[in-house]
């Protein structure tokens, strides 16, 4: 999760109107690909991670620092979606969705397609990396 909160640092700025949120996915203990959201916001972290591990992503484990989102203001899948159809076995994600549209709904379907979801690993350290913060402030 430190990784994914390093890379979505380094993108601190530049993704508006999106957060910046970075995405590892590991599996046998290996990285087999890593993003954080694209300059303007989008692609978002786990489509570009996804699409660069391929095959490798079914079975993987992703760590991310925010919830993977529910839904697209696009039409495009939404990062919930694409973690399913690419058969990731589990998510770690820090902080949860602020965004009403989106928030909660992700976690949702990835337990309900039997994917193992843990919320709030690192989220003070994530926390800071989205909104700015000092490490250990907390915005609730």
Same mark, same amino acid.
């Given at each position: *999760?430190?990784? %994914?909160?390093?890379? #979505?640092?380094?993108?601190?700025?530049? @993704? #508006? &109107?999106? !957060? =910046?949120?970075?995405?590892?996915?590991?599996?046998?203990?290996?990285? +087999?690909?890593?993003?954080? @959201? =694209?300059?303007?916001? $989008?692609?978002?972290?786990?489509?570009? =991670?996804? %699409?660069? =591990?391929?095959?490798?992503?079914?079975?993987? *484990?992703?760590?991310? @620092?925010?919830? &993977?989102? /529910?839904? $697209?203001?696009? /039409? #495009?899948?939404?990062?919930?979606?694409?973690?399913?159809?690419?058969?990731?076995?589990?998510? +770690?994600?820090?902080?949860?969705?602020?965004?009403?549209?989106?928030?909660?709904?992700? !976690?949702?379907?990835?337990?309900?397609?039997?994917?193992?979801?843990?919320?709030?690993?690192?989220? #003070?350290?994530?926390?800071?990396?989205?909104?700015?913060? &000092?490490? /250990?402030?907390? !915005? /609730?």
């Amino acid at each position: *999760m430190r990784r %994914a909160i390093d890379l #979505a640092r380094a993108r601190k700025g530049q @993704t #508006a &109107p999106n !957060p =910046a949120v970075g995405c590892v996915l590991v599996k046998d203990g290996h990285v +087999v690909a890593e993003a954080a @959201t =694209a300059v303007g916001g $989008r692609p978002h972290a786990e489509e570009q =991670a996804l %699409a660069s =591990a391929g095959e490798s992503a079914r079975g993987a *484990m992703a760590y991310v @620092t925010l919830e &993977p989102c /529910g839904c $697209r203001s696009s /039409g #495009a899948l939404s990062c919930s979606e694409r973690l399913v159809l690419a058969g990731v076995s589990r998510v +770690v994600f820090a902080c949860d969705n602020p965004d009403h549209r989106s928030g909660g709904i992700g !976690p949702r379907r990835l337990a309900e397609a039997g994917v193992q979801v843990q919320s709030g690993f690192l989220a #003070a350290e994530a926390e800071a990396a989205l909104y700015g913060a &000092p490490a /250990g402030w907390s !915005p /609730g």
